[in-house]
């Protein structure tokens, strides 16, 4: 069975370039809780890159990068 990731809350960066993606992701994540999961939307190729980086460097989780089309989705778990 797989396990689904489900979303706490969603974040829409599709149309918007770098590096505003990050700026948006790492505001967003500052309101959740441990734990919570924030989608990204997002379309600026560097975005895949920046958002991985900017995990490593918090400490949070990236847990899922989809590709569809140049079209990305990423999930990222709030870990501390």
């Known amino acids: 069975m797989e396990n689904k990731q489900i979303p706490t809350d969603s974040l829409d960066c599709i149309g918007i370039f770098c590096p505003e993606p990050l700026f948006q992701t ?3 994540i500052d309101e959740l809780k ?3 999961i924030l989608e990204v939307f997002a379309d600026d190729p560097a975005s ?3 958002l991985t980086r900017f ?3 918090t400490g949070h ?3 899922q ?3 569809e089309s140049g079209e990305f989705r990423l999930l990222i778990q709030k870990m501390q």
């Open 61 to 63: 989780k990236m847990l």
């Open 26 to 28: 790492r505001s967003k």
């Open 48 to 50: 895949k890159e920046d």
């Open 65 to 67: 990068i989809d590709d």
């Open 55 to 57: 995990c490593k460097r």
């Open 34 to 36: 441990v734990g919570d």
